[in-house]
């Protein structure tokens, strides 16, 4: 996880702090009892107050017209008590995610404590990118022959343009992690051609995994041609994060890089 979403983690568990005190002081505050209603009509309902008695057992009490503002304040009571139950929860789950952050992953603990079998994993990691990835990524392929004005991004290898300095990045992180890929590409999903921005393989499986990188969200007409081409998709059977990467970005929220490695390391080594 980037450093920026652990600080987003703690800003929202703040925030979820301020939320629970809230909560807790507008209960405090809150009139005792639960209300229920009745269906009396297509749009009309009667209310009751539910009591405890000092015996154990509960009462029904009727609310009339002039129980209104009583009626609204145990229906905002009962309302509120199920939101700080959402709270609780919710701070439960990030204060687990933020206690495993702090601690060092099992598997680094390990080649901290067996140099000998890092040094193999090292030697293996070099000899992952076999002859028959080699050959996938050298091979000939149908590049989208549209809209080549857009073909203005310069990339870290002599010759590739792409049309997002977003992809220029992922190309740059392709090539670091040497995963084989193609840029581009036209592939026909059940008679509809679409063009992948980047079909990689796992250089470790040698499955293929389609990236779909998502780069103008705040544009209407791009979102509807997203939403398109992912109708397609799953009608391919080609689903997020089973075969396929997906990445995102606004203007106000570019492609976080940090996020990026940890997809590739995830998914294509």
């Known amino acids: 996880m980037t450093v920026t979403n652990l600080r987003n983690l703690s800003f929202r568990l703040q ?40 015996d154990g057992s509960e009462k029904e009490l009727y609310l009339g ?37 702090d601690t060092e992953p099992a598997a680094d603990t390990f080649l901290k404590s067996h140099p000998g079998i890092s040094k193999l994993l090292a030697e293996s990691q070099e000899n992952k990118l076999s002859d028959d990835n080699l050959r996938w990524k050298a091979m000939p392929y149908d590049r989208n022959p549209n809209y080549p004005e857009q073909l203005k991004y310069p990339t870290i290898i002599p010759g590739l343009l792409v049309r997002s300095k977003a992809e220029a990045d992922i190309v740059s992180r392709l090539e670091f992690f040497g995963v084989p890929y193609h840029y581009d590409e ?21 499955n293929i995994w389609y990236w779909d990188h998502r780069g103008m969200l705040n544009h209407p007409d791009y979102i509807r041609k997203t939403l398109y081409c992912e109708n397609i998709f799953l009608n391919a059977g080609i689903v997020p994060w089973i075969n396929m990467i997906v990445t995102t970005e606004t203007l106000e929220h570019p492609l976080d890089l940090q996020w990026v490695d940890l997809l590739i390391q995830h998914f294509l080594l």
């Open 186 to 206: 036209v592939m026909n999903f059940n008679g509809k051609k679409i063009a992948m921005d980047f079909l990689c393989l796992n250089i470790t499986t040698g």
């Open 65 to 101: 017209k002039k129980d209104r503002t009583e009626a609204v304040a145990l229906a905002q009571k009962m309302h509120t008590e199920k939101r700080l139950q959402d709270l609780l929860q919710e701070k439960k789950l990030l204060r687990s995610v933020l206690t495993y952050q």
């Open 15 to 54: 925030q979820l702090d301020l939320e629970i005190e809230n909560c807790r002081k507008r209960l405090a505050l809150a009139p005792e009892g639960s209300v229920f209603s009745r269906k009396i009509t297509e749009d009309t309902y009667r209310y009751f107050k539910r009591v405890r008695l000092s």
